[in-house]
């Protein structure tokens, strides 16, 4: 089919395209002179995108002088996309039209742990029920959804779209949280995709690192630990999908780096330091900060300048510097973006990881937080979601 007329009328077709997405509404005239291609080539290229529901007619242009042009855009509402996020916490779920834009935006409990075949199936309903609903109360029907993009905390086999690990909330839905399962469940094209690589995507598309072209990390602190590296805007992945899966190094002592930096590891330092403040003055006063300690609750502390929470918190961010000097040495990146439950804390913690930073690293990257923030991986699970359509859609008009 190479060479064939229709062929290259269909690459002229995606041509156009990418010049109405990249500029926004033109007149027939301009998409022929920034496509280079003929005006007639053009009119009977749209005239065939019209009838896809690809692009629009749009009204008049302001022309100085003459008849006024009709203007042609891209139709952003041929067609949405969906991203989910399936934390260890919460799930959160993104609409999006095909600019990339987010129209809906939702949370809900998590995913409980249930076994065998039947509660499988109906942990499976509820996640669909939560997508049913977002497209009812929008209006809009399954045929209108082209993908849906799924981050997990846990390692995606690349081949299989198997999961090898999850972190540990989660544990005992591998299977069902597998490319296979979600795909027999939801009417449209799936991708499933580490969480954490999703969240660096969603920093550089659209947060913290967009204006970062070279090389960059999402780090990621919260239930668990991970990286996303990011490389000239594509994502590192290694062997068997497991660049980034920091949660394995090993800090002092050969600790597991997860154990030391996710939320449990940083409750049981607080616990170990409040428990010896208490030992060396029981008069010391910080028995309100000691009960039903969270770690919100202890950043919030460090906010008000409690001197035993500031403490706790300068020495958690003395072995977060440890991991990020180990990512430093190796990669040297331009730019380290904080993120999860816990490294989204930028405003405590950044001080300090600067000053290490400044003070002791050979290659010193600029740190920073996210963004996005808890919408980090839905925002790259839409992106790899509209990625695959777009794919998708120049690849059905080359057919």
Same mark, same amino acid.
């Given at each position: 089919? +190479?060479?064939?007329?229709?062929y290259?009328?269909?690459?002229n077709?995606n041509?156009?395209?990418?010049? $109405? ?6 007149s027939?005239a301009?998409?022929?002179r ?5 005006k007639?080539?053009?009119?009977s ?5 019209i009838e896809?529901n690809?692009?629009l007619? !749009?009204?008049?242009?302001? @022309?100085?002088?003459? &008849?006024?042009?009709t203007?042609i855009q891209? @139709?952003?509402? +041929?067609?949405y996309?969906c ?7 919460r799930? #959160? ?6 600019n ?5 935006? &939702? ?6 742990v249930?076994?065998g075949?039947r509660?499988?199936?109906a942990?499976l309903?509820?996640?669909r ?11 809009? @029907?399954?045929?209108q959804?082209?993908c849906?993009? %799924? ?5 995606v ?8 690990r999850?972190?540990a909330?989660l544990?005992g839905l591998? =299977?069902?949280?597998s ?8 009417p /449209?094209?799936v991708i499933?995709?580490?969480d954490?690589?999703?969240a +660096?995507l969603g920093e550089?598309?659209?947060g913290?690192a ?5 090389l960059f990390?999402? %780090? ?5 630990? *991970?990286?996303?590296?990011m ?5 590192l #992945?290694g062997? *068997?999908?497991l660049t ?12 597991r780096?997860?154990d ?5 590891g940083?409750?049981?330092l607080?616990k170990?330091?409040?428990d ?6 029981p ?7 000691c009960?039903y300690l !969270? ?6 502390a460090a906010?008000? *300048? ?6 706790i ?12 000097r180990h990512? /430093? ?5 331009h730019?380290?973006?904080l993120?999860?439950?816990?490294g ?16 002791? %690293?050979?290659? =010193?990257p600029?740190?920073?937080c996210?963004? $996005?923030?808890? #919408?980090a ?8 979601a509209?990625?695959? !359509?777009?794919? @998708?859609?120049?690849?059905e008009s080359?057919?």
């Amino acid at each position: 089919m +190479a060479g064939s007329p229709q062929y290259i009328r269909n690459l002229n077709e995606n041509l156009i395209m990418d010049a $109405l997405i990249a500029t926004g509404a033109m007149s027939r005239a301009d998409i022929s002179r920034q496509t280079g291609l003929s005006k007639p080539t053009v009119s009977s290229a749209i005239e065939h995108l019209i009838e896809r529901n690809l692009v629009l007619e !749009t009204g008049r242009a302001d @022309n100085a002088q003459g &008849r006024k042009a009709t203007l042609i855009q891209f @139709n952003e509402s +041929a067609y949405y996309v969906c991203g989910i996020d399936i934390g260890a916490t919460r799930i #959160r779920i993104a609409l999006s039209d095909l600019n990339g834009e987010i129209m809906e935006y &939702r949370t809900y409990p998590t995913l409980s742990v249930q076994s065998g075949n039947r509660a499988e199936t109906a942990t499976l309903d509820v996640l669909r029920s939560h997508m049913d609903d977002l497209l009812s109360e929008n209006q809009l @029907n399954w045929d209108q959804i082209r993908c849906v993009g %799924f981050g997990i905390p846990g390692v995606v086999l690349p081949d299989s779209g198997d999961i090898d690990r999850i972190v540990a909330p989660l544990e005992g839905l591998e =299977k069902l949280l597998s490319l296979e399962s979600l795909s027999g469940a939801f009417p /449209c094209e799936v991708i499933l995709e580490n969480d954490v690589n999703l969240a +660096a995507l969603g920093e550089y598309r659209r947060g913290a690192a967009a204006e970062d072209s070279n090389l960059f990390v999402f %780090f990621s602190i919260g239930t668990g630990t *991970g990286a996303g590296i990011m490389v000239n805007g594509q994502l590192l #992945r290694g062997m *068997g999908g497991l660049t980034g899966e920091l949660a394995e190094m090993l800090l002092e002592e050969g600790h597991r780096l997860e154990d030391v930096l996710s939320a449990d590891g940083l409750m049981e330092l607080a616990k170990r330091q409040l428990d010896a403040s208490l030992l060396e003055d029981p008069d010391s006063g910080i028995e309100a900060l000691c009960e039903y300690l !969270t770690p919100e609750k202890l950043f919030e502390a460090a906010r008000s *300048g409690e001197t035993q929470a500031v403490q706790i918190l300068k020495q958690y961010s003395q072995m977060i510097a440890s991991a990020l000097r180990h990512i /430093c040495v190796v990669l040297a990146p331009h730019l380290i973006v904080l993120g999860g439950g816990i490294g989204g804390n930028g405003d405590v913690l950044l001080p300090h990881l600067r000053q290490i930073v400044s003070d002791q %690293f050979p290659a =010193k990257p600029a740190l920073i937080c996210s963004e $996005l923030g808890e #919408r980090a991986v839905v925002t790259g699970a839409v992106q790899v979601a509209l990625q695959q !359509t777009m794919l @998708n859609l120049q690849q059905e008009s080359l057919e």
